[in-house]
Every structure is written in C-alpha cells, then in structure tokens.
Nanobody, 114 residues
Framework: QVQLVESGGGLVQPGGSLNLSCAAS????????MRWVRQVSGKEVEWVAS????????DYAPAAEGRFTISRDNAKNTLYLQMDSLAPEDTGVYYC???????RGQGTRVTVSS
C-alpha cells in the first residue's frame, strides 16, 4: 500500500534550518507530482511547495519562497524540504503528499522557538 513517512522535524531557534525528508513506498514515485503542506496551530492545512515528477518544475507558496527548497531523489523514492531562515510562524506539522491530496503521510512536527 502507499506509504509516505516524513522525518526531520524538531525544535530549532529562529533563523535556523531543518531538512525534512519523506520516504515513499507502494507506488511508482517517479511518476508523481509531490508536494509539502503544513498545518500551523489553529489554521487549515496550507500548501508549502510542490515539485513535478522529474524535479524540473518547483513552485512555492509566498511564505516559503526564498527560504525553502523542495527537491526529490527518484532513485531513492524520497522527497525533501530544506527550510532555512525559519521563523516562529513556521511552527506546525509538515506533511508530504502524493499528488494533490491523493495520499498524505503522518507528518513531522516543526517547532521554531527560542
């Protein structure tokens, strides 16, 4: 069955960095558009970044543009999100998704606090 397992979250100080990973299995990863979404406290899930199946097209939400980088390694069936210049408002649970809502992992929690 389809599995998406996120990792790499944790506690980081403002201005710090984290690199999230999403290990995919149960489907042909290289065929799919993938994206990261997040849920910050008290808000609905919001899109963060997306990448096409070949990794040649990347798009970012305004809040992520210039600070986050989405990438993928199709040989390793893994999606990444490099997050730099983190701010307290980035605190939340980050999920990877196959397609737009086809499948979602269990999430990894990111806390940005001093």
């Amino acid at each position: 069955q389809v599995q998406l397992v996120e990792s790499g979250g944790g506690l980081v100080q403002p201005g710090g960095s984290l690199n999230l990973s999403c290990a995919a299995s149960g489907f042909t990863f290289s065929y799919y558009f993938m994206r990261w979404v997040r849920q910050v406290s008290g808000k609905e899930v919001e899109w963060v970044a997306s990448i096409n199946s070949h990794g040649t097209q990347r798009d970012y939400a305004p809040a992520a543009e210039g600070r986050f980088t989405i990438s993928r390694d199709n040989a390793k069936n893994t999606l990444y999100l490099q997050m730099d210049s983190l701010a307290p408002e980035d605190t939340g649970v980050y999920y990877c998704e196959r397609g737009v809502g086809l499948s979602r992992g269990q999430g990894t929690r990111v806390t940005v606090s001093s």
